[in-house]
């Protein structure tokens, strides 16, 4: 029985309320990548596995939900959405005109230990950047991330901008096991310099390279960690790749970025395999966790399609950005149930109150009716405990005067309103 | 010097917790109890301490709740979360055994059946180790007294801490298998590092010149 009573582990319901505030910032989301000029787009809840877990790498493959199909073929849930999209681009949208710009707020599912900030099934608001490889696009990501998290409500975003081609150019020339390669990765990124350290001395990489593992970790700041990198090694392949993050950051200041929002960090090496290029992350410093990342991934659609398709993107955590709005104190307005309860006083009024209703809803203030059976005093009671700020009462003999009284609720005032004045009187009146 | 309001937490009791307070005194931090038992101040003027269990300082740090915290790797590893691996103390050093009975035939990992039952405190380590041997196992979440589950046949097997074997003889129980090395670590908070990044240095600065680099 106890089951019946619970839901599955890192699940949870959002009852009207908070879906409500969750609600507006997803709006506002939708909004801000409508006016950059990003279209929707839907895939499958569930899909093939070997199409999700194409280039996810395998933290990601270990943590999707997987069952098998009556005719015992791999599903999984999808764990993020970029995996979906580079299947829907290099599979229906090949041809189609370049660049294309795509968003989509969906819910993800990770097997993953459910902390504060982290469940199991949770929303990611984010965009797909799709045919061009240059740096004005990684720009434009970057600049549209910031934006949107602005629009709901945050302050002080913050964005750290690496680039993952550097750390894969070093690694290519040691010719070394996979293993080591994912030691080294991972321990630049937790920032251990012990196992790195371990790891390096193990590795036949020539001690050049490693002298620019070894300073990864360290190397954040602005540009002058570009240039610090650079003296460091004479390779062309990487000169170019500075290059290029130089221009996306030049780039970036023509967006109106505040001074101090953007950072170069090249320890981030994000966990997700198909990342090529320019890597990013946003963070606020009230909420001690990444509210969401991306990067440019050329790779990934070839696996789809037999086509170089160049592409970026980046996905929001909507859950983290609740919980940072909510550390930031922002006032999220009260949500009304309704804007007007319409009370019949008596039986004969039951119809009349519902054609009212229609009236005022088609005027767009939302409006609910009695169908209760109440009367007058428990009606009242029920408008007051519900929010609701107007209550329509409907009596026989104001109706003859083709009238209704409006009781403001929250002023306690009484007024005698013309049944077709309803809407401008309680719009008019509404604040 | 810390210019930033930092908190580190610490743990409020076991083996770790005496090696902790004494590596901070050597740095030069001095930690002042207050009234509530959990919490502390210290030395430093920007530096508070809580005293939390060291299995939640992982949870603790992910979250943000602490700047740092100094707990097990092995602590680390089960919750599964993403902090910054700063330093290791070199202090704690255990590992995370597989450990049949004495009597039984199995001798290494390899040779397990599949539906062993295994008894654990670290079901999540437990569990990504064999999905990656490709077996498929039965893991039993204890809260502790791991060792004694396979005398009264609540298990085949443990996988639970060993740091100097004893515990494994006195309950008749072999090892045949490392899933993890451990030893204590000084954990950061990954958009603390960011935020507070010359204080946090300056820290940690000041306990790797103890502790050495090894």
Not at chain 1, 133 to 144: F, G, H
Not at chain 2, 16 to 45: F, H, M, N, W
Not at chain 2, 59 to 84: K, N, P, Q, W
Request: hydrophobic share 40%; aromatic share 6%.
């Amino acid at each position: 029985m106890f089951i019946k009573l619970q839901t599955p582990r890192g699940t949870r319901d959002y009852l009207p309320e908070e879906a409500a505030v969750r609600r507006i910032v997803e709006d506002s989301f939708r909004r801000t990548f409508d006016l950059w000029g990003y279209q929707e787009i839907r895939t499958p809840t569930f899909e093939f596995f070997d199409v999700l877990a194409t280039g996810t790498g395998a933290e990601l493959e270990d943590s999707m939900f997987k069952f098998q199909d009556k005719s015992g073929r791999l599903i999984a849930l999808r764990a993020e959405m970029t995996a979906s999209t580079a299947r829907v681009v290099g599979t229906q949208l090949l041809n189609s005109l370049k660049p294309i710009r795509l968003w989509y707020i969906a819910n993800m599912f990770r097997y993953d230990e459910p902390q504060a900030g982290r469940q199991r099934e949770f929303w990611q608001a984010g965009i797909e950047l799709v045919g061009s490889s240059l740096p004005e696009a990684d720009a434009e990501a970057i600049a549209l991330m910031i934006q949107a998290l602005k629009d709901i409500g945050l302050k002080d975003v913050r964005i750290d901008v690496g680039q993952v081609g550097i750390f894969k150019e070093l690694i290519k020339q040691g010719g070394l096991e996979p293993e080591t390669v994912d030691q080294i990765r991972t321990s630049i990124d937790k920032k251990d310099r012990q196992t790195l350290e371990k790891a390096l001395e193990a590795s036949n990489l020539n001690e050049d390279t490693k002298k620019i593992l070894r300073l990864l970790p360290d190397l954040r700041g602005g540009t002058e960690v570009l240039n610090r990198l650079s003296e460091l090694t004479r390779s062309p392949e990487i000169g170019q790749i500075v290059e290029n993050l130089k221009k996306t950051l030049d780039c970036l200041k023509s967006y109106a970025v505040p001074e101090g929002a953007i950072t170069i960090d090249l320890g981030i090496i994000r966990g997700i395999d198909y990342y090529t290029g320019v890597v990013f992350e946003a963070y606020v410093p009230a909420l001690g966790m990444a509210l969401g990342g991306g990067g440019r991934y050329d790779d990934l659609i070839r696996e789809f399609s037999s086509s170089d398709v160049p592409a970026t993107g980046f996905a929001i955590g909507v859950d983290r950005c609740m919980l940072a709005l909510e550390k930031q104190a922002y006032p999220f307005l009260t949500v009304t149930k309704s804007t007007a309860l319409i009370l019949p006083v008596t039986e004969k009024m039951r119809g009349e109150a519902n054609r009212i209703a229609n009236l005022l809803r088609q005027s767009g203030i939302s409006t609910e009716t009695d169908i209760s059976g109440w009367n007058l005093s428990r009606g009242l009671s029920y408008g007051s405990r519900a929010n609701i700020p107007y209550v329509v009462v409907l009596g026989e003999e104001e109706y003859g005067r083709g009238t209704a009284v409006v009781r403001d609720m929250k002023a306690g005032k009484q007024t005698e309103v013309k049944i077709d004045d309803l809407p401008v009187f309680l719009r008019g009146e509404k604040t | 010097m810390i210019h930033d309001k930092l908190s580190m937490a610490l743990p409020n009791k076991g083996r770790l917790q005496e090696p902790a307070i004494d590596l901070l005194k050597k740095a030069g931090i001095q930690i002042v109890r207050t009234e509530r038992q959990y919490l502390a101040e210290t030395s430093e003027p920007n530096l508070e301490i809580i005293f939390v269990r060291a299995s939640d300082i992982p949870a603790y740090v992910h979250f943000g709740a602490s700047d740092l915290g100094i707990t097990g790797y092995d602590l680390v590893a089960e919750r599964m979360v993403e902090v910054y691996d700063l330093l290791d103390l070199g202090f704690g050093r255990c590992e995370l055994t597989m450990a049949v009975p004495k009597r039984s035939k199995i001798y290494s990992v390899q040779d397990l059946p599949n539906d062993f039952r295994i008894a654990t405190e670290f079901p999540n380590l437990t569990s990504a180790y064999f999905e990656k041997l490709g077996k498929k196992v039965e893991i039993i979440a204890v809260r502790g007294s791991t060792e004694i589950t396979p005398s009264v046949g609540l298990a085949d097997a443990i996988v639970d801490l060993t740091s100097t074997g004893k515990t494994l003889k006195a309950n008749d129980l072999r090892p045949i298998g490392t899933l993890l090395v451990s030893s204590a670590r000084l954990v950061c908070n990954k958009i603390s590092l960011r935020t507070k990044e010359k204080s946090i240095s300056a820290l940690v600065s000041r306990i790797r010149s103890i502790v050495g680099d090894g």
